[in-house]
């Protein structure tokens, strides 16, 4: 099924006062569902379909770049019925391959997916060949990720070439560590959204989002519209970014 906005996509902001980067914390999934006396999996879901139509809202209105926090290092600790119910959203995504590829969607997992069944890492892998020629948007899906994780990772692939002789720790600079990263060549996050009412950036992207602008809602993810990211835009683009300099 092909995917489309429901209203004409026009930008809420001129193109040039759009962020390149957005990243999307999708928080408050189990208290929407509880507030249905429904089991939290149910808020996944729905959740899962806000992602779509946001992600799709995204490429149609011109955002190149938009990361989405799928599952945190932290998320193993919910029950595992819930972990389940996660996976199965992930694979349903995942095997979504034709409409991605046709849609204009480059899908990109971030995070370390070994932690995952087998099935899943091989559909993730699949996903992100198929796609990887696309270039309207570029999904950043956030899984089993962390930012002081990312870190590490980055990190221990810099030790081993200094260990190989092939850098010199003088020569290790800003650059040098985001190149290493998951999301190496992906521009820095411009704004990050996090409905649901917390204040937190709950090691997303710790690194790419230095300079980011941050907007907070009320709104639980399973509610939140493309009206709701307007919104979030109009505010974005009257923000004044110094990246440290003066006026
Ligand atoms: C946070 O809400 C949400 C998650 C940990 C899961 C996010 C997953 C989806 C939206 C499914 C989409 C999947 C794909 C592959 C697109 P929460 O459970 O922490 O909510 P709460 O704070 O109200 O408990």
């Known amino acids: 099924m092909a995917f489309f906005t429901k209203k004409e996509a026009v930008p809420p902001v001129a193109p040039e006062q759009l962020p390149k980067h957005v990243g999307f914390i999708m928080d408050g999934n189990g208290r929407w569902a509880k507030k249905r006396g429904m089991p939290r999996g149910f808020g996944h879901i729905e959740g899962g379909k806000v992602y779509k139509k946001i992600m799709t809202y995204c490429r149609d209105i011109g955002i190149p770049y938009a990361s989405f926090y799928v599952f945190s290092t932290e998320n193993w600790s919910r029950s595992q019925e819930e972990i389940n119910g996660i996976f199965k959203l992930m694979r349903e995504y995942l095997d979504d391959v034709q409409s991605f590829k046709h849609e204009g969607v480059r899908w990109l997992v971030v995070g370390d997916k070994s932690k995952f069944p087998q099935d899943i890492q091989e559909r993730m892998t699949k996903l992100e060949e198929e796609t990887r020629d696309n270039d309207r948007l570029t999904s950043i899906m956030c899984c089993n990720y962390g930012g002081r994780n990312e870190l590490a990772h980055s990190a221990r692939e810099i030790a081993e070439l200094v260990k190989k002789g092939e850098l010199e720790p003088e020569d290790i600079t800003e650059d ?72």
């Open 176 to 247: 040098t560590i985001n190149a290493h990263l998951y999301t190496a060549g992906i521009p820095d996050v411009d704004l990050v959204i996090r409905p649901s009412g917390e204040l937190r950036l709950s090691n997303f992207l710790i690194w790419q989002c230095a300079y980011a602008e941050y907007y907070f809602t009320n709104i639980l993810w399973p509610d939140f519209t493309t009206d709701d990211l307007d919104k979030a835009l109009i505010d974005f683009a009257g923000r004044g970014r110094r990246f440290g300099g003066a006026e």
